[in-house]
């Protein structure tokens, strides 16, 4: 939601704040621009990607040492040149970018515009540059505080004034990390925006504003000006990491990936039993409440089946859009688990928060290392998918799931369980049996080719795959803007069943194992109407070919690891249906990575 980049150093700082801004475009991409110090401020934005914006207002014609740039997701003001940031006040001293959304805005544009400011943008941003303006008074610093002690919602800020030498960014909700180098400093929304030219950070807390000065000066204060000691942290993600490696998409690549990623998850966790580094708390809790969103919701409701089926300890999913508003009846005899790639997203961080101030205990299942929902948890457990820059999320969907299975296992021990050495067994061959699968590649852009024109699809699945019929839907309708619906393969008959014919694609999860006679059956109502068959099916299965008219074989494994090896075509159907079409994949159009907003 929004990406913020600012460098104070000796270099120019356009080259960099650019390529900071290409890192976080997946962050948001419909707006673009760029604030540089030079005697005065020079401000070059526009509607559009990136690239495009580069293109037309030429970056790098922008000359000085001290900068600031944003790459915009739009809440407040359609996308268009006068709502891209960097904002500026009534007099252009100031310019400014921010993530996130001031809910207050409207009383403060009317007490502003009241005092005299005059708006030039539809966006909730600008009262702050007004505001600043209003309080400044030659301590450049001292105004940003005092007008965010105005504000009520969220924000991630980066401000020049242009008779200051100086960055001040400011954080509350919305990430920001500000990345240390001898006689530089840079700020950025997200980590990889500026991994190229540190590996050192100090991670901002919400209600801290900082300054990055000549010289690579950073200091941290609170809203009152006390400053704060905040440690740097040395982040382990490399730069070949988050780029695209010879291959065409990001999302293509992270899906390649996966055998590794799925390797770090469970490096150092899986032994003759199960090594995770939380606490004995975790077997004392009587019920298990996961909340997420987006992918991390279908990796949660698969979860929940893991830790019912492994532990038996009760466990319940929710959005965390609703958990936050339904009063849930949460206590202190409950493990609410929070799912979430960014560690960023607003809900679920909402979610964590209630569940907290409910009394129960908190364990966070996160990528991204530092970020907000990992620090305010009891307890954690990272994932270690690496960086995951295509908007629809892959590889860590698959490393959530495989956490999720490590935590249900520890639960198990924890309650006693006999460990099934089997499951261990196919855990650890994982890796290999998804190289397998990866090399129907081919194969699957063939399927892809034959299916693309198609305006909806159906998924199907059930037990621990209708979460997978559910999440493969998903990945559909992201990138290839294709309608596409999940369901549980029994529930067709109850609604679904009403579109099928000749035009309708459904794609059946029909691996051996349980319930698969159902399935098959499920498969003869489809074919009795016409319907066009994509079936997942495991090796050898033989009797499923005459049911479909197109079969994706995946080797056998325990039940439990099948949504991993599952989703994998999937992901490569729906990555080779839009590539097809010829869309974006990996910036799909109105959704965001990281959402920061409600
Ligand atoms: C967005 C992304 C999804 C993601 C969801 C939750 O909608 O586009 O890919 O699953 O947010 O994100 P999180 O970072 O909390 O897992």
């Given amino acids: 939601m929004c990406g913020i980049v600012a460098y104070m150093g000796s270099r120019q700082a356009a080259p960099l704040l650019l390529n900071g801004l290409r890192r976080l475009e997946y962050r948001g991409y419909d707006s673009a621009g760029m604030a540089v110090l030079n005697g005065g401020i020079d401000i070059r934005k526009d509607r559009g990607r990136i690239d495009d914006v580069n293109r037309e207002h030429d970056f790098s014609s922008l000359k000085g040492t001290l900068g600031i740039a944003h790459t915009r997701w739009a809440t407040h003001g359609e996308p268009s040149m006068k709502n891209a940031h960097p904002h500026t006040g009534c007099n252009g001293d100031i310019a400014l970018v921010h993530n996130g959304i001031i809910e207050n805005y409207k009383t403060l544009r009317e007490l502003l515009e009241s005092e005299g400011h005059v708006f030039s943008t539809d966006t909730d941003t600008e009262v702050l540059t007004h505001l600043i303006e209003k309080f400044y008074k030659g301590d450049f610093l001292g105004s940003v505080r005092k007008a965010l002690m105005q504000i009520r919602g969220t924000y991630g800020i980066a401000v020049i004034h242009k008779g200051c030498n100086e ?9 920001l990390v500000i990345g240390v180098k001898r006689g530089e400093a840079f700020a950025a929304s997200d980590a990889s925006a500026i991994l190229e030219h540190t590996k050192k950070m100090i991670y901002l807390d919400d209600g801290e504003v900082a300054t990055l000065k000549p010289g690579g000066v950073v200091t941290v204060r609170n809203l009152f000006d006390k400053i704060l000691e905040k440690n740097i942290e040395e ?4 730069l070949d990491q988050i780029e695209k490696g010879g291959f065409r998409h990001f999302m293509l690549k992270e899906i390649f990936e996966q055998p590794e990623s799925i390797r770090n998850v469970m490096r150092g966790r899986l032994g003759k039993g199960i090594k995770l580094s939380i606490n004995g708390e975790l077997g004392d809790r009587k019920r298990v409440i996961i909340v997420a969103c987006g992918s991390s919701w279908h990796s949660a409701l698969i979860g929940r089946y893991l830790i019912e089926s492994l532990s038996g300890v009760p466990a319940e999913v929710d959005y965390a859009s609703e958990f936050r508003y339904r009063e849930p009846l949460v206590g202190k005899d409950d493990l609410v688990i929070a799912i979430s790639q960014s560690g960023e997203t607003a809900d679920t961080l909402a979610a964590l928060k209630e569940a907290k101030r409910r009394g129960a205990k908190t364990l966070g299942v996160v ?5 907000t929902i990992a620090r305010e948890a009891d307890m954690g457990v990272y994932i270690h998918a690496g960086p995951e820059i295509g908007v629809a999320s892959t590889k860590a969907y698959t490393n959530q799931i495989i956490a999720l299975l490590l935590i249900a296992l520890d639960l198990a021990q924890k309650h006693g369980k006999k460990i099934n050495q089997r499951l261990l067994s196919d855990m650890r061959k994982l890796p290999a049996t998804l190289e397998h699968v990866l090399k129907e590649d081919k194969k699957i852009k063939a399927i892809a080719d034959r299916v693309a024109e198609h305006g909806n699809f159906l998924y199907l699945g059930r037990g621990i795959n209708y979460p997978t019929a559910l999440e493969g839907a998903l990945k559909l309708k992201e ?3 294709i309608h596409a619906e999940g369901y549980p393969a029994a529930e067709m008959k109850h609604g679904p069943i009403a579109l099928i014919d000749e035009n309708m694609p459904v794609v059946f999860i029909a691996n051996k194992g349980k319930g698969y006679d159902k399935i098959v059956s499920n498969m ?11 079936a997942i099916a495991t090796e050898g299965d033989n009797s499923i070919k005459s049911l479909s008219d197109w079969v994706i074989r995946v080797p056998r494994t325990a039940d439990e690891l099948s949504p991993v090896v599952n989703i994998i075509p999937l992901q490569l159907l729906a990555y080779y249906i839009a590539d097809i079409k010829g869309l974006d994949v990996d910036k799909p159009r109105n959704l965001a990575k990281s959402v920061t907003v409600e």
């Fill in 367 to 371: 990528n991204v290392v530092g970020s």
């Fill in 167 to 175: 960055v001040v960014v400011a954080r509350n909700g919305s990430p």
């Fill in 479 to 481: 990138i290839s803007y």
């Fill in 524 to 534: 003869e109502e489809v074919k009795a109407r016409r319907g066009k068959i994509i």
């Fill in 235 to 238: 982040i382990g993600w490399n």
